[in-house]
């Protein structure tokens, strides 16, 4: 499988145990995070022509993923 960028470990390594702990024990944070892969992952697919989208639909896909990131680094944050 081709790496696929902006994962949370990248994008937080600093954050990494922290986040493993959040997923077991926070139900909201893994699925913050479960939803982020999976759009980061469709963006990766669109912008590598995998599974090519309207530019619309990637600037969206984007969007999204930018939004989950914020609400991810606002629970990091707080611990």
């Known amino acids: 499988m081709s790496h696929t960028p902006h994962e949370l470990a990248e994008e937080f390594p600093e954050k990494a145990a922290q986040m493993s702990a959040l997923k077991q024990s926070d139900a909201h944070f893994a699925k913050l995070a479960d939803e982020y ?14 599974e090519p989208v309207s530019e619309q639909a990637e600037g969206e896909m984007r969007k999204s993923r930018a939004a989950l990131k914020d609400q991810i680094w606002s629970i990091l944050s707080q611990g």
Do not use: D, I, K, L
């Open 37 to 50: 892969h999976a759009v980061n992952r469709a963006v990766h697919r669109a912008e590598t022509n995998v």
